[in-house]
């Protein structure tokens, strides 16, 4: 599935139930432009609970495009922790090369894109196979919704009155 990559491309994909849960959101771009700088100032600035860094497969041998995992849940405990830059980097990294291997993400141009994955992990969690594996599939549905435009504006007009997530659900018509 090989594409034009628009100047950039934006994802979101949520798999799995309860804490094991994975939510991600995907800024795909070229290096060149504005995803490129998110991406550069996002790495440099960290804050508490927040550190931006970038997902390998394993230590010195980073997923292609360059991807910058930015964890939504500040770490709070060692648990989360292992399972925030262990499993769920992991299954980041993995999802982004199924991606390359599918050809979601064009393998000619990785060494021009960057990649921005916004990672959710429940503090809650505690499986890290479930983690892992939920996250991969998370990154590449996102990346694939990026690369064909997913959701389709009337599919989120037709969803309008009715929204819902793991969170909340409205109660009749509000």
């Given at each position: 599935m090989t594409h034009d990559l628009t100047p950039m491309q934006i994802g979101e994909s949520f798999i799995g139930d309860g804490a094991e849960a994975a939510h991600v959101n995907t800024v795909l771009g070229y290096r060149s432009g504005p995803a490129g700088t998110a991406w550069a100032t996002a790495l440099a600035t960290p804050r508490a609970g927040h550190v931006p860094f970038v997902a390998v497969l394993r230590p010195g041998l980073p997923a292609k495009p360059a991807t910058l995992f930015v964890n939504k849940a500040a770490v709070?405990?060692?648990?989360?922790?292992?399972?925030?830059?262990g499993a769920a980097q992991a299954g980041v990294a993995a999802g982004v090369m199924d991606a390359v291997a599918e050809g979601v993400v064009a393998e000619a141009e990785t060494d021009e894109l960057v990649l921005i994955a916004?990672?959710?992990v429940n503090p809650k969690a505690a499986d890290a196979d479930l983690?892992?594996?939920?996250?991969?599939?998370?990154?590449?549905?996102?990346l694939r919704a990026g690369?064909?435009?997913?959701?389709?504006?009337q599919?989120?007009?037709a969803a309008r009155h009715a929204p819902t997530?793991?969170?909340y659900t409205p109660s009749g018509d509000v």
């Open positions: 709070d405990s060692e648990t989360h922790a292992d399972l925030t830059w916004a990672v959710w983690v892992y594996a939920n996250n991969r599939e998370a990154t590449r549905s996102a690369a064909t435009g997913r959701p389709l504006v599919d989120a007009l997530n793991p969170f």
